[in-house]
């Protein structure tokens, strides 16, 4: 059925309101034209406000552009755009100042006590860095950053926020082949209060919608990550790449009732050494000298698969981080809101071992792009977690991440302002649907089969998808998403739009596509380990898994 619902006209439309997100609206806002960020929540509700670690950039004399190259070229495992690399790690440092010039407040040697270098950046050492190179505010970086930029897009009256709306699906002209894959016009948009779909167009669409952790059973992402945009895009017909790796974060919290919480790996930066434990009775001891010559701060995949094969070997449940060789007082500067959170727990990081398991983290494939963020489709953009510059190959440097979400918006503003005449003379043909068609029933079982499918999805992600992998598990990961697709599909055309029953077709799209990706990756690299298939096949170097929605 078709409803005629209310259209909105922009200059730009930015899905996503985390810190590629804002950046984005930043960049193309400054030019006075109008553009509406879209968000599901309240503004500030996203995965960069968690971040804790930092931002990696060069910034001190004693390190160099080659460096941070170098080591994320390394932590990528062959598959880096190296030529995309240099350009973010070169445009860090314009990209930091940028938000230290809107009131960002870094943490310094000052105010970690040390008076002799009173105003320079305090700079912090993650896995895979061989310089001390994470700007950092306290333990709260991304809430920081985060803060800074709500605040910037609020001084802009051009910038309209939509919070508590959902995107739903790109608006688009009729794809026709890969060569001639139509164009994006913007999206639909269900206002989550009201309930009605709204379609907003506008001659730039810029994914923004962060990462996709809610995939799995176990995860340091917030409810919100159900990779929204990379499912849109590749229903759009949108090239998609490298889904199979999924960094597993080495550190979360193991407790009982406090979920999801990130033990940040700037804790091993300054010393902090995992250990693991025979049996019950015995003393846990380090064991990450077995597995990599950086021990402790090996890249996150090596760190996350030696945890997870020590957890297997004792029958642990849990590995630990020992910090006690710091004291509490400087815990407590260095470390706060972890601090706080482990004495929550019950553990005071100065005295006790902290309990840590891995959890899926960050996705470092996504919507393909060029280092500017465009997409294979006209008129679509993507930034951030989401998309796949290149950058993170097979795995992330640790703190990367928020460098990227600062760069390419810089970059992608600027390629647009110079397009942007361009770009708005192309108008909706007549092969795009401006109407939303929705179904017109209501279901009373809805919750129960919504709420079932999600941790169905979810757990046999986590079992037969996880950090490690054998054909037969992706297989059998790949029949039920094939059963569970279709039925989700079914319920999507038959029933009103609800933001549950969006999260769950994007949830089972994003696992679909890392199940897919994975089967067709025949080796071992990076993030993605399987066992059939253990080493590493040089003949794949540099060589990107592409995937694209038959046409
Ligand atoms: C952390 O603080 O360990 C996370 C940083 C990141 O994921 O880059």
Redesign the pocket.
């Known amino acids: 059925m078709k409803s005629q619902n209310e259209i909105l006209n922009f200059d730009h439309i930015v899905i996503g309101s985390g810190l590629a997100g804002l950046s984005s609206a930043l960049h193309l806002g400054r030019s006075g034209r109008r553009v509406a960020v879209v968000t599901k929540r309240d503004v500030d509700e996203c995965n960069s406000r968690l971040?804790?670690?930092g931002v990696a950039c060069v910034m001190d004399a004693l390190d160099t552009f080659d460096e941070h190259v170098k080591d994320t070229l390394v932590a990528g495992a062959g598959l880096c755009n190296e030529e995309n690399v240099r350009a973010i790690v070169e445009a860090g440092p314009e990209a930091v100042q940028n938000i230290i010039d809107l009131g960002a407040q870094f943490t310094t040697r000052g105010d970690l006590g040390f008076e002799s270098e009173r105003d320079a950046y305090d700079l912090g050492r993650?896995g895979g860095h061989h310089k001390r190179r994470v700007l950092h505010a306290g333990d709260i970086t991304g809430a920081e950053l985060e803060r800074v930029m709500v605040e910037a897009v609020r001084k802009l009256d051009n910038i309209t926020v939509f919070e508590y709306h959902t995107a739903i699906d790109l608006v688009m002209s009729l794809r026709r082949s890969t060569d001639n894959p139509g164009r994006c016009f913007g999206v639909y948009v269900l206002d989550n209060n009201s309930g009605k779909v709204i379609t907003m167009l506008a001659p730039t669409t810029v994914i923004a919608s962060g990462g996709a952790g809610k995939v799995y059973l176990y995860t340091s992402n917030p409810d919100i990550a159900c990779g929204s945009g990379v499912a849109m895009a590749y229903r759009a017909g949108a090239k998609i790449a490298n889904m199979e790796f999924i960094q597993f974060?080495p550190?979360i919290l193991h407790h009982e009732k406090i979920r999801s919480f990130?033990i940040?790996?700037?804790l091993r930066g300054e010393g902090a050494v995992l250990k693991s434990a025979e049996n019950r009775n015995s003393e846990p001891v380090e064991f990450m000298h077995k597995y990599h010559p950086m021990k402790s701060l090996a890249p996150r995949d090596i760190v996350a698969r030696a945890i997870d094969s020590e957890m297997k070997r004792t029958g642990a449940e849990c590995v630990y981080l020992d910090i006690r060789h710091i004291p509490e007082d400087k815990l407590r500067l260095r470390f706060p809101h972890i601090f706080s959170k482990c004495l929550e727990a019950g553990i005071n990081m100065a005295k006790d071992l902290i309990p840590v398991v891995p959890a899926a983290?960050?996705i470092c494939g996504g919507i393909k792009t060029s280092v500017n963020g465009e997409t294979s489709i006209p008129g679509l953009y993507a930034v951030g977690e989401c998309a796949c510059t290149g950058l993170h190959g097979a795995n992330?440097l640790?703190?990367?991440?928020?460098l990227e979400a600062m760069v390419v918006p810089m970059f992608l503003g600027r390629v647009i302002s110079k397009d942007f005449d361009e770009l708005s003379k192309s108008a909706p043909d007549s092969s795009v649907d401006l109407s939303w068609k929705c179904g017109n029933a209501t279901d009373s079982d809805e919750q129960v089969v919504i709420a079932h499918n999600w941790e169905e999805i979810r757990s046999f992600m986590w079992d037969y998808v996880g950090i490690y992998r054998t054909n037969k598990r992706l297989e059998r990961a790949r029949n039920r998403i094939e059963l569970l697709r279709k039925e989700i599909d079914k319920y999507y055309r038959d029933y009103l739009v609800t933001t549950d029953l969006i999260e769950l077709r994007n949830i089972a799209t994003v696992a679909e596509l890392i199940i897919t990706c994975s089967l067709l990756r025949h080796e071992s690299r990076g993030a993605h380990c399987n066992a059939d298939y253990p080493e590493r096949n040089p003949a794949m170097d540099c060589i990107d898994t592409v995937i694209e929605r038959p046409l």
């Open positions: 971040a804790q670690g993650e974060h550190t990130l940040s790996e700037a983290h960050f992330r640790a703190s990367n991440s928020l």
